[in-house]
């Protein structure tokens, strides 16, 4: 009886969230719903032996979509709305994304040397680089950009400042990863594509530049360095990332001054 209350409650937040306010507590309730009809679907993949990754990760694609859909009528449309961006500003924000992943890394390695992560604790079977870069980056750029930034940071921002709601969704982000190591990286970066999603009012730049991440995190992962493993960048190599943030975000400034003025 317990049970069925409370799937209840979760199935209730999920149909009304256009009633009332998209508070945080309904989108914790939202991200639940999502991960337990995840979790059944893998029960039913397991059942029928196609629980492998591409399986598994299409069931979240799926859940994803079946989630935005239920929100509200046009909820998926409005999600990938494509918005034209000139390749200039793509190309800034890539160069400024670059220098922000060697900064973050840098500070995940700072965070391990106070909260190592355990021996073994993400072990396991290594898959090809192909399928690691498929179900490790493109998959979940799309998937966890769709919901986090396309489904709960944009009805976040109807109700709370631009500030909170960034935050908010950067939390969920780091929280729904369901450990602490993974949750420090994912919130730093949860921020910052949360500010591209708030700035440029599109989903895109964000799901490619999170698969771009997942594909250079796979690429360390095919290294001789564990994941976990604490390796602090030289000198040079953090300057680059200072230099490289700094100087796509001066990109920015300046074509976005260049527009305004154009506008006038």
């Known amino acids: 009886m317990a049970e069925y209350k409370l799937s209840s409650k979760i199935i209730a937040a ?21 991960d337990g009809l995840w979790f059944a679907a893998n029960m039913v993949l397991g059942i029928v032996h196609l629980d492998s990754g591409f399986f598994s990760s299409c ?12 929100t509200s009528k046009d909820e998926l449309r409005r999600i990938f709305v494509w918005r034209t961006m000139p390749v200039h500003i793509w190309a800034a924000l890539l160069i400024m ?6 900064l973050s890394s840098e500070f995940f390695n700072l965070f391990l040397t106070v909260f190592p992560i355990p021996e073994g604790l993400f072990g396991g079977k290594r898959e090809s680089l192909l399928a690691a870069i498929v179900l ?44 602490p190591w993974q949750a420090v990286n ?3 970066v949860g921020l910052f594509l ?4 708030c700035r440029y009012k599109s989903i895109w730049p964000c799901i490619f530049l999170h698969a771009y991440h997942n594909v250079l995190a796979n690429f360390m992962l095919y290294t001789e360095k ?28 300046v074509l ?9």
């Open 256 to 264: 976005y001054n260049h527009t305004e003025t154009k506008q006038e």
């Open 194 to 197: 949360g500010w591209v999603y």
């Open 97 to 102: 994304f670059f220098g922000f992943v060697i």
């Open 226 to 253: 564990p994941y976990g493993a604490i390796f602090m960048h030289p000198l040079w190599v953090n300057i680059s990332g200072i230099t490289l943030f700094g100087l796509g975000l001066l990109m920015l400034i």
């Open 14 to 34: 999920g149909e009304a969230l256009d009633k009332g306010a998209f508070t945080f507590k309904k989108a914790l309730l939202l991200c639940f719903f999502a």
């Open 59 to 70: 069931a979240y694609l799926g859940v994803v979509l079946f989630t935005a859909a239920r």
């Open 186 to 188: 994912t919130f730093i």
């Open 136 to 179: 490790g980056a493109f998959f979940p750029g799309f998937t966890e950009e769709t919901f986090f930034r396309g489904i709960l940071l944009r009805r976040f921002c109807r109700v709370y400042s631009r500030r909170k709601a960034l935050l908010f969704s950067a939390a969920l982000f780091g929280i729904m990863h369901l450990n």
